[in-house]
Protein backbone atom coordinates (compact mmCIF):
# COMPACT_ATOMS: atom_id res chain seq x y z
CA UNK A 1 0.00 0.00 0.00
CA UNK A 2 1.59 3.52 -0.55
CA UNK A 3 -0.35 6.65 -0.44
CA UNK A 4 1.57 9.72 -2.04
CA UNK A 5 -0.33 13.18 -0.77
CA UNK A 6 0.48 16.26 -2.47
CA UNK A 7 -1.14 19.75 -2.49
CA UNK A 8 0.87 21.39 0.77
CA UNK A 9 1.90 25.49 1.01
CA UNK A 10 1.95 28.24 2.53
CA UNK A 11 -1.27 30.55 2.42
CA UNK A 12 -2.32 33.98 4.09
CA UNK A 13 -5.17 33.19 7.05
CA UNK A 14 -8.35 33.28 4.51
CA UNK A 15 -7.03 31.31 1.77
CA UNK A 16 -7.22 28.15 0.11
CA UNK A 17 -5.92 24.34 -0.64
CA UNK A 18 -6.79 21.54 -1.81
CA UNK A 19 -4.75 18.33 -0.82
CA UNK A 20 -4.77 15.56 -2.79
CA UNK A 21 -4.10 11.92 -1.80
CA UNK A 22 -2.97 9.10 -4.41
CA UNK A 23 -3.78 5.70 -3.48
CA UNK A 24 -1.72 2.28 -4.78
CA UNK A 25 -1.07 -1.39 -3.80
CA UNK A 26 -4.83 -1.70 -2.95
CA UNK A 27 -8.36 -1.74 -4.44
CA UNK A 28 -8.95 1.88 -3.50
CA UNK A 29 -12.73 1.66 -4.30
CA UNK A 30 -13.59 -0.84 -1.75
CA UNK A 31 -11.78 1.40 1.25
CA UNK A 32 -13.06 4.48 3.51
CA UNK A 33 -10.26 6.88 3.72
CA UNK A 34 -9.07 9.69 5.98
CA UNK A 35 -7.29 12.64 6.95
CA UNK A 36 -5.47 13.74 9.69
CA UNK A 37 -3.34 16.47 10.63
CA UNK A 38 -0.26 16.82 13.25
CA UNK A 39 0.76 20.13 14.36
CA UNK A 40 4.12 20.66 16.44
CA UNK A 41 3.87 19.09 19.88
CA UNK A 42 0.52 17.99 19.75
CA UNK A 43 -1.24 14.74 18.97
CA UNK A 44 -2.06 13.55 15.87
CA UNK A 45 -5.99 14.52 14.68
CA UNK A 46 -8.73 13.66 12.93
CA UNK A 47 -10.01 16.16 10.53
CA UNK A 48 -12.51 14.30 8.09
CA UNK A 49 -13.17 10.66 6.59
CA UNK A 50 -15.21 9.48 3.39
CA UNK A 51 -16.74 5.92 2.57
CA UNK A 52 -15.97 3.93 -0.03
CA UNK A 53 -19.08 5.07 -2.27
CA UNK A 54 -18.93 8.82 -1.02
CA UNK A 55 -21.94 7.85 0.40
CA UNK A 56 -21.10 9.40 3.73
CA UNK A 57 -18.91 11.91 4.77
CA UNK A 58 -17.38 12.95 8.72
CA UNK A 59 -15.50 16.52 9.68
CA UNK A 60 -13.89 17.31 12.53
CA UNK A 61 -15.73 20.37 14.63
CA UNK A 62 -13.15 22.51 13.57
CA UNK A 63 -13.39 22.05 10.43
CA UNK A 64 -17.14 21.79 9.75
CA UNK A 65 -18.33 24.70 6.77
CA UNK A 66 -14.83 25.14 5.57
CA UNK A 67 -13.24 21.93 4.80
CA UNK A 68 -14.71 19.37 2.25
CA UNK A 69 -13.42 15.92 2.24
CA UNK A 70 -14.09 14.05 -1.35
CA UNK A 71 -13.13 10.86 -3.75
CA UNK A 72 -12.68 9.73 -7.09
CA UNK A 73 -12.64 6.06 -7.47
CA UNK A 74 -11.41 6.10 -10.96
CA UNK A 75 -8.39 8.17 -10.14
CA UNK A 76 -7.76 6.29 -6.87
CA UNK A 77 -7.47 9.74 -5.30
CA UNK A 78 -8.92 11.39 -2.12
CA UNK A 79 -9.00 15.10 -1.85
CA UNK A 80 -9.38 17.84 0.90
CA UNK A 81 -10.69 20.83 0.03
CA UNK A 82 -9.61 23.74 2.91
CA UNK A 83 -11.35 27.00 2.53
CA UNK A 84 -10.98 29.73 4.57
CA UNK A 85 -7.49 28.68 6.48
CA UNK A 86 -6.73 29.59 9.70
CA UNK A 87 -3.45 30.01 11.34
CA UNK A 88 -4.44 27.28 13.75
CA UNK A 89 -4.72 24.70 10.83
CA UNK A 90 -0.83 24.78 10.36
CA UNK A 91 0.06 21.27 10.25
CA UNK A 92 1.51 18.01 8.22
CA UNK A 93 -1.55 16.44 6.99
CA UNK A 94 -1.93 13.00 6.25
CA UNK A 95 -4.39 10.80 4.48
CA UNK A 96 -4.81 7.03 5.39
CA UNK A 97 -6.70 3.95 4.93
CA UNK A 98 -9.75 3.31 7.26
CA UNK A 99 -10.12 -0.32 8.00
CA UNK A 100 -12.86 -0.01 10.75
CA UNK A 101 -13.79 1.08 14.31
CA UNK A 102 -14.08 5.03 14.94
CA UNK A 103 -13.34 7.49 12.27
CA UNK A 104 -11.89 9.61 14.55
CA UNK A 105 -9.40 7.49 15.97
CA UNK A 106 -5.88 7.07 14.17
CA UNK A 107 -5.70 3.35 15.29
CA UNK A 108 -8.15 2.32 13.11
CA UNK A 109 -6.09 3.44 9.97
CA UNK A 110 -3.01 0.91 9.38
CA UNK A 111 -1.94 2.65 6.38
CA UNK A 112 -0.23 6.25 5.84
CA UNK A 113 0.69 8.06 3.52
CA UNK A 114 4.03 10.51 3.97
CA UNK A 115 2.04 13.85 4.66
CA UNK A 116 1.79 17.10 3.53
CA UNK A 117 3.06 20.16 4.95
CA UNK A 118 0.27 22.96 5.44
CA UNK A 119 1.46 26.32 6.75
CA UNK A 120 -0.87 29.40 7.10
CA UNK A 121 0.00 32.53 7.86
CA UNK A 122 -1.66 35.60 10.17
Known amino acids: VQLQASGGGLVQAGGSLVLSCVASGYTFRNYDMGWFRQAPGKEREFVAAITWNDGNRYYADSVKGRFTISRDNAKNTVYLQMNSLKPEDTAVYYC????????????????WGQGTQVTVSS
Open 96 to 111: AVFTGGRYYDPGNYPH
